[in-house]
């Protein structure tokens, strides 16, 4: 990149990629942080400090690529319904992230609540940094779960993008800093939109799998657990779980478009993709979740024997990447 100032071409490099971090003003989201990233390969996105340092919408050579929720982004003033308002808060956005110590419907678990999808999003981040390494833009921050005479779990999380690509990844570390083993649950949630998503658009999964529907109504959709339908009216959900071999990706095309999202992750510690599929209208939208779980909650996950465990001060590392490109002729 320096090479294109030595030869003339820009006196700025921030005409070619830029971070810059903002505050909003207005409606649910006003105050939160926002990190705006914009590459020379045509990528543009927000990462969330204030929650989770998620990611919220994401736009390649300048077409959505994510789906954004009819809430939009929330901001720390929202925190507090957040455990027992989910459907109000939740905003959408490329990367949710579920978890720490529980992921799938609000329950009790013996002595303590856990509330719809956990309560990770709702954790701003600490040290938080955003830089430009040579070719890459680096994103670093930490979010911490506790509870007084309870719980310490830690979350380092990385975002790596290069400067002159159109690739996102997350990588996070997942540290037990007490001396009692303790079981966690953690899921990926991971959300595609309009354009990109629509009728014409396919999932390609590796041909090794196997895919389990999550209720009677997902089984009836298992023969299009690839394929996409228009908007329908109050259409129900359908969730698949997807147990890959040894090929974790999933690629999302849209030849009408020409674009297509290709999507890794470390199979070793997220075994399992759950595919979240709604073809309703104003709620339209394929997740894509790499899990290390099925979603059922912790004391339904301990029964199920699914419920994971981090032995004192052990560590954990997840990766998940993002690849956006055009497709070839």
Known sequence: MYDMMKQGYVGNLSQLRSVRRVQLQEGNSKGAEVIEVCTAGGLQLDILPDTGLDIGQVRYQGVNMTFISKNGYDSPAMFLPYETEFSHTFPGGLLYTC??????????????????????????????????????????????????????????????????????????????????????????????????????????????????????????????????????????????????????????????????????????????????????SGDYVLGLEPTNCYIMGRSAEREHGTLRKLSAFETVKNTVTFQFSMMED
Not at 129 to 145: F, H, L, P, Q, S
Not at 165 to 191: K, R, S
């Open 99 to 280: 978890g720490l110590r529980s992921a799938g419907p609000a329950h009790r678990d013996g002595d303590e609540w856990h509330p719809l999808h956990g309560r990770y999003h709702g954790l701003p981040a600490e040290q938080v940094c955003a830089e430009i390494e040579n070719d890459e833009i680096v994103v670093k921050g930490t979010v911490r779960e506790t509870s007084l005479f309870g719980h310490v779990l830690e979350l380092k999380r990385t975002i790596r993008i290069p400067c002159f690509g159109a690739q996102i990844m997350v990588e996070d570390q997942i540290t037990n800093l007490t001396p009692c083993d303790e079981e966690y649950m953690q899921v990926y949630h991971c959300n595609f939109g309009y354009p990109l998503l629509s009728e014409k658009a396919r999932l390609i999964l590796p041909e090794e799998r196997d895919t389990i529907p999550r209720t009677p109504f997902a089984e009836t959709g298992l023969a299009r657990a690839c394929e996409f339908d228009p908007p329908i009216d109050g259409e129900e959900e359908r969730v698949f779980f997807q147990k890959m071999k040894d090929d974790f990706q999933a690629t999302l095309q849209n030849p009408e478009l020409g674009m297509e999202m290709t999507m890794s992750w470390s199979g070793d510690t997220l075994p399992i993709l759950s595919e979240w599929r709604s073809m309703a």
